[in-house]
C-alpha cells in the first residue's frame, strides 16, 4: 500500500485565495512525522511545515497550515492568500519512527495560482 | 538554518563519461545522507542511504555498480554515476537531517541536472 497519497495532480488557484493540498498517508506506527515540501521549477526541495504525530495542535507556518484529521489519516496543507511565487510543486512526506530517517513521499501536486 | 550543499548543478557529458556528484551539509554533521533521482513531473525515488563509515543500503532495483555512494566523513557524501548511459539523465538530489529527532525535516541540496548525449 501507498504510504503517502496525493490525489491532486493539478490545482489552480485565484491569486489571494486559500488553497488546500490533500495528502493521506498509512502508518501502523504511532509515533510518525508529516512534512510538506514546496520545488519550484528550478528544482531545490523547500521545506514548508510539520505536524508530529503527537502534536496536538494544528501546525501554522505563517501563510501555510496543515489540517491534521488523525482519525481519518490526513495532512492537508492550507495555504492562504495565494501568491504567484506559490506556483509549484508540493510533495507530502511521512517519516515513521521505527524505520528512522527513511521519508516516504506523496507523488506531488502541482499548484498553479492564477493573476 | 542547516544548509545542505550539492555540486555541480547541473553536468552534460558523453554517454560512457563517470559523473560525480558531491552532497555537504555545510553548517552541521550529518551521519547519515539520502539520495534521490527524479523524473520530470514525478516524486522523488529513493535511490540509497549514504551511511557515514559503512556500506550505502540501495533500494530495491538500483544498481550498486552503477551508482557508486562514498560517505568518508560527516559532512560529505559523493554519488557517481560509472559509465553513464542517456537513460541515466534524470534529477538527483540530495539531502540530509540535522539530528535525530522527530521534527526535524531533512535538508536538501538544489540538485544536479544530469544530461547524457
Known amino acids: 500500500a501507498q504510504k503517502i497519497t496525493q490525489t491532486q495532480p493539478g490545482m489552480f488557484v485565484q491569486e489571494k485565495e486559500a488553497v488546500t493540498l490533500d495528502c493521506t498517508y498509512d502508518t501502523s506506527d504511532p509515533s510518525y512525522g508529516l512534512f510538506w515540501y514546496k520545488q519550484p521549477s528550478s528544482g531545490e526541495m523547500i521545506f514548508l511545515i510539520y505536524q508530529g504525530s503527537y502534536d496536538q495542535q494544528n501546525a501554522t507556518e505563517g501563510r501555510y497550515s496543515l489540517n491534521f484529521q488523525k482519525a481519518r489519516k490526513s495532512a492537508n496543507l492550507v495555504i492562504s492568500a495565494s501568491q504567484l511565487g506559490d506556483s509549484a510543486m508540493y510533495f507530502c512526506a511521512m517519516r515513521e519512527s521505527l524505520t528512522g530517517n527513511q521519508f516516504y513521499f506523496g507523488t506531488g501536486t502541482s499548484l498553479t495560482v492564477i493573476p | 538554518g542547516a544548509v545542505v550543499s550539492q555540486h555541480p548543478s547541473r553536468v552534460i557529458c558523453k554517454s560512457g563519461t563517470s559523473v560525480k556528484i558531491e552532497c555537504r551539509s555545510l553548517?552541521?554533521?550529518?551521519?547519515?545522507m539520502f539520495w534521490y533521482r527524479q523524473f520530470p513531473k514525478k516524486s522523488l525515488m529513493l535511490m540509497a542511504t549514504?551511511?557515514?563509515?559503512?556500506?550505502?543500503?540501495?533500494e530495491q532495483g538500483v544498481e550498486k555498480d552503477k551508482f557508486l555512494i562514498n560517505h568518508a566523513s560527516l559532512t560529505l557524501s559523493t554519488l557517481t554515476v560509472t559509465s553513464a548511459h542517456p537513460e541515466d539523465s534524470s534529477f538527483y538530489i540530495c539531502?540530509?537531517?540535522?539530528?535525530?529527532?522527530?521534527?526535524?525535516?531533512?535538508?536538501f541540496g538544489d540538485g544536479t541536472r544530469l544530461s547524457i548525449l
Open positions: 539531502s540530509a537531517r540535522e539530528r535525530q529527532v522527530n521534527n526535524q525535516p531533512q535538508h
Open positions: 549514504s551511511n557515514e563509515g559503512s556500506k550505502a543500503t540501495y
Open positions: 553548517d552541521f554533521q550529518a551521519t547519515t
